[in-house]
Nanobody
Framework: QVQLNESGGGLVQAGGSLRLSCAASGSVFSIAAMGWYRQAPGKQRELVAAITRGGRADYADSVKGRFTISNDNAENTVYLQMNSLKPEDTAVYYC???????????????WGQGTQVSVSS
């Protein structure tokens, strides 16, 4: 089992910045990638950004150039630096960890509890 502990959400004005952190604990070996999803009221959950253990990052088009994902493998932590925030970035942000199961070699995704990000206009 992997536990994910998120922090860093809050309320910020448009144009401001926030940094989210997510620390993984428990059975953290074989975590292949970590990422961030978000869900706004009335909308489906969507991928924001993800990063492999080797550092390859992918971003949703809506956040490219504004958000940066990074990881600290030694601390099993992933960060999301969010700059130039817009009201449409308002959502609950969820951390994920993709772990390759030892016996089955299948990838299992773990989810954090979510942290609220609110951007006022």
């Amino acid at each position: 089992q992997v536990q994910l502990n998120e922090s860093g959400g809050g309320l910020v004005q448009a144009g401001g910045s926030l940094r989210l952190s997510c620390a993984a604990s428990g059975s953290v070996f074989s975590i292949a990638a970590m990422g961030w999803y978000r869900q706004a009221p009335g909308k489906q959950r969507e991928l924001v950004a993800a990063i492999t253990r080797g550092g390859r990052a992918d971003y949703a088009d809506s956040v490219k150039g504004r958000f940066t994902i990074s990881n600290d493998n030694a601390e099993n932590t992933v960060y999301l630096q969010m700059n130039s925030l817009k009201p449409e970035d308002t959502a609950v942000y969820y951390c994920t960890a993709d772990k390759v199961e030892t016996l089955t070699h299948r990838t299992r995704r773990y989810w954090g509890q979510g942290t609220q990000v609110s951007v006022s206009s």
